[in-house]
């Protein structure tokens, strides 16, 4: 028992991401950190809640579905070649519509949440903003 013991906390200590515990923090507590730390200084909360929502997982797999959606919508439009003004063309040009919003959404969300300095030295908002 103590050899498994024994092996058992040896694999925990010799993985590669070691488990931290989670540290809880009061609002006091979270404030002074806040005002600590010079990436945070004359940022708001919700633009803290922004970026804390936009790299969150969640978040990332739902804009890559989305980018997926939207490849299949222009697939299908581009083998379909509805004709100008058929209920086909509009409900693609519905999609690109609802598409360029979220997008747009997404795009804006990032921004605000990283702030202009940061947002701007990353080559992939470059990459967004040019698709």
Not at 93 to 121: A, D, S
Request: net charge positive.
């Amino acid at each position: 028992v103590r050899r498994a013991r024994r092996k058992q906390e040896e694999r925990r200590k010799s993985s590669l991401y070691p488990s931290k515990p989670v540290r809880r923090y009061t609002i006091v507590q979270q404030r002074q950190l806040d005002a600590d730390n010079p990436r945070l200084q004359g940022k708001w909360m919700s633009s803290r809640l922004c970026k804390y929502i936009y790299n969150h997982t969640w978040f990332q797999s739902v804009v890559a579905a989305l980018i997926l959606l939207n490849f299949i919508a222009s697939a299908v439009e581009h083998q379909i070649l509805p004709a100008e003004g058929s209920p086909e063309a509009v409900v693609f040009r519905e999609l690109q519509l609802i598409f360029m919003v979220l997008f747009t959404l997404e795009l804006g969300m990032n921004f605000y949440g990283e702030g202009p300095k940061w947002f701007w030295r990353c080559a992939w908002n470059w990459f967004d903003l040019a698709v």
